[in-house]
């Protein structure tokens, strides 16, 4: 295992591709593409010698996309990023899939697969069987579609301010002013926020509705009777079905909303309000200032290098290496894309992490959130293939996640003062609750979408409102604020984006809990478990994984329930 900065810096060096090699068109690639599905293959030995060629040039090919790609979520305004990824998207990745099917065919007619030494090579046969299965010629170039109108959301997303005091911010930024003690300011800037949004409501609703025609469209090529099914096979989930999700809607309204709900009652009353209105839910109480962890972006990164390195050194070496590298874009600006991530670099082996900071908790929770993908990222550079570091984003997320709790112990770092410290732990506790609600509406939402592929804005907003309904109790008023309700579904960019990605995010929460609470009867074993999870990539089916990680892969409501009541016993010590 790596354990130096230095160490990981060190970039893997390419053996089967030149070393100068720039893609600047299909033509660059084409021949390697040629050699591999022209290789005679005479013993296992030159099947997996095949497999490391043929991972270096995805790995090559997928760096590539992946520059291309942070550059334009850093400049979305910029003409030259922006041709550049659609010029990969367009012109190159068409010519890759077919190419790599074939690749596929040959390995799966190979008489030496079974004859290699390494369990873990079934785990991505099982993959690649699936992705053959699903795979359509016709269907090349409406993807490419999709991908290039998938970026229409960064554009206008990255293009939406407000003017708060005179200046002009991202609505990242706005959101701050949501936190203050001032009421009658959190209104204003809630509302400008809504109105900015519902500004170009009809443009996101064209832009869906084009991607949702062209998705069900694909799924229908590929012989699915709807978009959602296509999507579970495509995104390998093997180890649950819909009727999983379905539970797991049930057992988080059941269980968790009401959590929710008696957070909200406490927010109210603590606010000293009649009713609670949506622009008072991050609000501080009368007096007390919003937590700010950082100066700036680069403090931010210190303090977060300091809390890891407290965690446990490896993992601080792991950020450090990341500034060394200068793998980061922290802070939030106009013309930026919207979230954040940890992009994952297959060849040099070090990610890119992207977010938008503004000063606020949210900063702190998404740094160490990214920065748990980045560690992960990081421990699979060892593994031989990249298909054994393309993660489900259930084992993903569980990295992710459960960095954010097992970090807390080291919050100190980011609020000196006790209260802030205690302040801090106990709202990331109860966004952990709140965010399994919208979790499970986001998630719900679109299984309603993609089996009503003929919808039209008006039926999605009210398939919205109904879902988001359900998911929340009646605490907070919308009176007067229904059209702005029923459009919340739009900020979302997964829906967009990465359609069916979302409820990673909730099984994974509740393996992050389970890890943290491990942590709590045994630190030195749990990060132990939790490691060696990380370092296992995707070479074990996702139920492995967890266990490795000393946690159950379970969404059944009475496992909800207990890890909920755990939180809720957590939240009591710090209030």
């Given at each position: 295992m790596l354990a130096k900065a230095e160490e990981m810096l060190t970039p893997n060096l390419r053996q089967y591709l030149p070393s100068q090699l720039v893609i600047t068109s299909w033509k660059d690639i084409?021949?390697?593409?040629?050699?591999?599905?022209?290789?005679?293959?005479?013993?296992?030995?030159?099947?997996?010698?095949?497999l490391i060629d043929r991972s270096e040039l995805e790995a090559v090919l997928e760096e590539d996309l992946g520059w291309r790609y942070i550059k334009r979520s850093c400049d979305t305004a910029n003409e030259e990023y922006a041709n550049a990824f659609i010029l990969f998207v367009n012109e190159i990745q068409p010519l890759i899939s077919p190419q790599s099917n074939a690749l596929d065919l040959k390995l799966l007619k190979s008489p030496f697969l079974g004859k290699l030494d390494d369990s873990r090579i079934d785990i991505v046969v099982r993959q690649i069987r699936m992705r053959?299965?699903?795979?359509?010629e016709e269907n090349v170039p409406l993807i490419a579609e999709v991908q290039t109108k998938e970026q229409e959301y960064a554009a206008i997303n990255g293009s939406m301010t407000v003017e708060v005091d005179g200046k002009e911010l991202t609505l990242q930024q706005a959101s701050n002013f949501l936190e203050q003690d001032d009421r009658a300011k959190r209104e204003e800037v809630y509302r400008k926020i809504l109105k900015r949004r519902l500004q170009d409501r009809d443009k996101l609703d064209d832009l869906f509705n084009e991607l949702l025609k062209l998705r069900n469209k694909i799924a229908l090529n590929a012989g699915f009777k709807n978009f959602r099914d296509y999507m579970f096979a495509n995104l390998g989930r093997f180890d649950y079905d819909a009727d999983d999700c379905f539970k797991f809607h049930d057992a988080v309204a059941k269980e968790v909303v009401p959590l929710v709900n008696f957070i909200e009652k406490n927010q109210k009353d603590s606010l000293g309000l009649d009713t609670l209105r949506p622009w008072d839910l991050s609000a501080e109480p009368i007096g007390q200032a919003p937590l700010r962890p950082s100066e700036n972006a680069n403090d931010l990164m210190k303090k977060t290098i300091s809390c890891f390195m407290k965690l446990d050194p490896f993992l601080g070496d792991c950020m450090l290496a990341m500034q060394d590298a200068k793998r980061l874009d922290l802070d939030s600006r106009i013309g930026k894309a919207p979230g954040g991530y940890n992009y994952p670099l297959y060849e040099t082996g070090m990610p890119f992490i992207f977010m938008n900071s503004t000063n606020s908790l949210r900063d702190l929770v998404t740094i160490v959130h990214e920065g748990g993908h980045a560690v992960h990222s990081i421990v699979d550079k060892q593994l031989e293939l990249v298909d054994y570091k393309n993660l489900p984003s259930e084992v993903a997320e569980l990295a992710s996640m459960s960095m954010e709790l097992l970090s807390m112990e080291h919050w100190d770092d980011f609020f000196t003062n006790p209260e802030d410290f205690a302040r801090a732990r106990k709202k990331h506790l109860q966004d952990v609750l709140k965010g399994l609600p919208w979790i499970a509406a986001v998630d719900a939402f679109q299984h309603w979408i993609y089996l009503h592929p003929d919808q039209t804005a008006n039926e999605r907003r009210q398939a919205w409102s109904d879902t988001y309904n359900r998911f929340t109790g009646n605490v907070v008023n919308w009176d007067g604020m229904e059209d702005a309700k029923s459009n919340l579904w739009q900020k979302q960019l997964h829906i967009f984006e990465v359609p069916f990605y979302y409820i990673e995010y909730g099984f994974a929460q509740l393996g992050a809990i389970a890890v943290w609470r491990n942590f709590h009867l045994d630190r030195k074993k749990s990060l132990e478990q939790y490691l060696d999870a990380l370092r296992l990539g995707y070479t074990r089916s996702i139920g492995d994984i967890y266990q490795?990680?000393?946690?159950r892969f379970d969404f059944s409501a009475g496992y909800v329930k207990e890890l909920c009541d755990f939180v809720k016993g957590e939240l009591e010590k710090v209030s």
């Open positions: 084409e021949v390697f593409f040629k050699e591999l599905l022209e290789r005679e293959l005479s013993s296992a030995a030159d099947l997996k010698k095949w053959v299965e699903i795979f359509r490795t990680a000393g946690v």
